[in-house]
């Protein structure tokens, strides 16, 4: 099921409502539309009553069916799903190039195939009978059923090849909204059942362009009604992202609540007419922000999410019944995965009453039983103790099974956090995070480090390597570039390592370990403190420089430091005791006989002093000005300077 996007999108995009994609959907960011699909005025078309309640709503007029699905390059519902916000759950790697599973490699064709959510490119035209998709992915869910989704866009399919490629069932799409059919609907439907296939029809929805009811009307009389044979599927409901743009935002303007009015009234006429429910194709990201309601979760779903392993699940619903995983193959269109056997399959065809995840809903029980004898036997990859399980093909599993002694037994089941991070707990202690952008790396459970990250999982976003003892502290990094470094006497704290004080303290030895995180002292300074009385300030336009912290330097530059600026040197040792250099010139000269003083660094009495400070010893007062003359004390003597005689 696709969406229309412009037809300046790349020929790599995916054609509309394709769907095979059918199940496919699209970018919310539709920036030009064919004339045709813009016969409504987009003005008028987009306008919506957000305060009308569902029976109040108008419509606007249909699109141009005769560009239906022709000659626009469109984006599959997963993909949208990959490229968007966190999807995938433990494991997932983006498949642009390389299938994967937990890290695992199945290397991919480097030919572009043509599934059913990519459209020909120019002048290509799709080769009739196709049953496997051109450079199709070498990655496939295993312990369950494989199946395809089809639309005119694969025009006649060969499916005894697809059949034998190992698709047992197929969706075909059958309409849209309540101006378009498949012209290649027969030969789609009809071929996919006597290829020995259990397949079922879907409906491309256009809430904008009449009711629920009238589509499911719609539906129901041009392919989409239910036989109780076991070989049809119950109706597919296709509501996903707006792809016109005359129709407005990705939500088609409507509000979740109308949308939501919408969908009940396509399920509740589709139920009275056929004498089931059908099942719901979404996108989780459409789905959260468009609808978000959670009471269609007793329907079976069928959901987008092109990756190797599913991800976040939509409101209502506790899994998928069908998953989407990609549009690149095995098979023409896009490729689904069933989680049960073939039986399984059959008995939700077959039953009427079948639910989300329930599909025998105690029909049959001798089916059932036997169904989940063959789906023990195929779920060997899941790993069972007393204290929880893990399905070793994810990428905790997989980082989890490589050292099972190293992190114990599985504490309950995997589990997703914040921002695309997903985490599983075991008995010694450790647990393991994932993100698809990093992989997996583990923290001691509750220990500082954990509960560092776990305090603000938004702004870490994941971690990139695991917990390690770096120098005098235990510590990790961030997939921000930031990394917390842990001791037993000052707990845990935050270093910027892609950060300049990070690099000095690391050219340093790392020597003494972080007391505070870093401190914005305001006008560009920033500031961190750590054992061994070492202060680290930085600025833009100084870099880094070293104090003593808690010294009287460090005391006077809190003091002065806006007039003052960075340091521009590090506190360094002098013959009489030490000194420090700031932005604004002003240097502070000290020694343990007489305490800290300040000079112009940039003055004669200064320079005069560095050259013979052995002559005057260490400062005793500040310079300071008094009738035309500059003058600075020191232990043995006094340096004055005024414009007429200079240094005296």
């Known amino acids: 099921m696709k969406k229309l996007q412009t037809a300046a999108r790349s020929a790599a995009a995916r054609s509309i409502m394709a769907s095979a994609g059918a199940l496919s959907l699209v970018a919310a960011s539709l920036t030009s539309v064919p004339a045709a699909f813009a016969a409504p005025s987009a003005s008028a078309a987009a306008e919506v009553n957000l305060g009308a309640s569902y029976e109040e709503l108008s419509y606007a007029p249909a699109p141009d069916a005769s560009l239906v699905e022709r000659s626009n ?5 997963g993909e949208r799903e990959r490229l968007g916000t966190a999807n995938a759950r433990t494991g997932a790697i983006s498949p642009a190039s390389t299938a994967t599973l937990s890290g695992i490699s199945a290397t991919q064709s480097s030919a572009q195939g043509l599934g059913a959510g990519r459209a020909p490119a120019a002048g290509q035209a799709l080769a009739p009978g196709q049953a496997l998709a051109q450079g199709r992915s070498a990655w ?70 009449s009711s629920g009811a009238d589509q499911a009307r719609y539906f129901v009389q041009n392919g989409g009604a239910w036989t109780a044979d076991g070989k049809t599927l119950p109706g597919l409901l296709d509501i996903e992202f707006n792809p016109y743009p005359a129709y407005g935002n990705t939500c088609y303007n409507m509000t979740p609540a109308q949308l939501t009015a919408w969908t009940r009234d396509f399920v509740d006429t589709y139920r009275s007419l056929t004498g089931r429910a ?118 905790i599993g ?41 992989g997996s790396h583990w923290l001691v459970t509750n220990g500082g480090l954990d509960q560092k990250f776990r305090s603000d999982i938004a ?35 935050i270093i910027n390592e892609r950060g300049s004080i990070y690099a000095t303290w690391r050219a340093a030895g790392m020597r003494g370990v ?42 006077r530059f809190l003091q002065h430091r806006g007039a003052w600026g960075a340091p521009v040197t590090d506190e360094t040792v002098t013959s009489t005791g030490a000194q420090i250099q700031f932005a604004s010139g002003k240097v502070l000269l000290w020694s343990d006989a007489y305490g800290a003083y300040e000079t112009n660094g940039n003055g004669a ?27 600075m004390d020191f232990e043995r003597g006094t340096i004055r300077w005024t414009a007429q005689r200079g240094i005296y």
Request: with cysteine.
């Open 398 to 438: 997989n980082f989890w099974n490589k050292n099972r002694s190293f992190y114990g037994n599985p504490i309950g089941t995997e589990y997703t956090l914040t921002n695309g991070v997903y985490a599983q707990k075991f008995t010694n202690g450790k647990t393991i995070y994932w993100t698809n952008s990093h």
């Open 514 to 555: 972080p007391t505070t995180d870093e401190q914005n002292l305001g006008n560009g300074l920033i500031k961190q403190e750590f054992t061994g009385s070492t202060t680290y300030v930085w600025s833009a336009q100084t870099g880094t420089h070293r104090m003593h912290t808690g010294g009287a330097f460090y005391h």
């Open 278 to 395: 059908p099942m719901v194709y979404t996108a989780t990201s459409w789905w959260s922000h468009c609808v978000g309601s959670p009471q269609f979760g007793a329907l079976p779903l069928h959901l987008a999410s092109y990756s190797t392993v599913v991800g976040a699940i939509p409101a209502g619903w506790s899994g998928y019944d069908i998953w989407q995983f990609t549009d690149s193959g095995p098979f023409v269109g896009d490729s689904n995965f069933f989680p049960g056997t073939v039986n399984d399959l059959k008995v939700l065809a077959k039953n009427p009453n079948a639910v989300h995840r329930n599909w025998s809903n105690g029909q049959d029980r001798a089916a059932e039983d036997r169904s989940a004898e063959d789906r023990a036997v195929q779920d060997s990859n899941v790993v069972t103790t007393a204290t929880g399980s893990i399905d070793i093909r994810t990428g």
């Open 605 to 631: 009495i200064f320079k005069h002093w560095e050259k013979n400070s052995a002559r005057y010893g260490a400062a005793r007062g500040d310079e300071s000005y008094v009738n035309g003359v500059y003058y």
């Open 140 to 209: 496939t869910p295993s312990g369950g059923t494989l199946g395809m989704d089809v639309s005119s866009h694969q025009q006649n399919v060969d499916w005894a090849s697809a059949y034998a490629a190992g698709s047992r069932f197929a969706y075909v799409k059958a309409t849209e909204g309540g101006y378009y059919t498949n012209p290649y609907f027969g030969q789609q439907y009809n071929g996919s059942a006597e290829s020995g296939m259990v397949r079922g029809a879907y409906h491309f929805a256009n809430p904008r362009t």
């Open 73 to 77: 390059p469109a984006m599959g519902a």
């Open 459 to 493: 702004r870490f976003r994941g971690l990139t390597t695991n917990e390690e003892t770096r120098s005098d502290t235990i510590a990790v990094s961030f997939a921000n570039g930031e990394g917390a470094y842990w001791s037993n006497a000052y707990g845990t704290h």
